[in-house]
Nanobody
Framework: QVQLVESGGGLVQPGGSLRLSCVAS????????MDWVRQPPGKGLEWVSR????????TYATSVEGRFTISRDNAKNTLYLQMNNLKPEDTAAYYC????????????RGPGTQVTVSS
């Protein structure tokens, strides 16, 4: 079955960086557009970024544009999110998801990885 496992979160000071990873299995990852979404404490899910199956043109939420970079390694079935210049408002649980499921409002499948930005 479809499995998505996120990792790489942690506690970081404002201005710091983190790289999140998501290992996928159970579906044709190399043929699947993927998203990162996040859920801040006490709030709903927010879309963060999208990458097409071939890793081409990527898109970002305005709040993270210029600071976050989404990428993928189809040979490793792995999705990444490089996060730079982190801000306290980036504090959230981060999840990877198939773009089609995000569009349908399907809840994330994986455990997520917690990112906390605080001094």
């Amino acid at each position: 079955q479809v499995q998505l496992v996120e990792s790489g979160g942690g506690l970081v000071q404002p201005g710091g960086s983190l790289r999140l990873s998501c290992v996928a299995s159970g579906f044709a990852f190399s043929e699947t557009p993927m998203d990162w979404v996040r859920q801040p404490p006490g709030k709903g899910l927010e879309w963060v970024s999208r990458i097409p199956a071939d890793g081409g043109t990527t898109t970002y939420a305005t709040s993270v544009e210029g600071r976050f970079t989404i990428s993928r390694d189809n040979a490793k079935n792995t999705l990444y999110l490089q996060m730079n210049n982190l801000k306290p408002e980036d504090t959230a649980a981060y999840y990877c998801a198939r773009s089609t499921e995000v569009a349908r409002g399907t809840p994330p499948r994986g455990p997520g990885t917690q990112v906390t930005v605080s001094s």
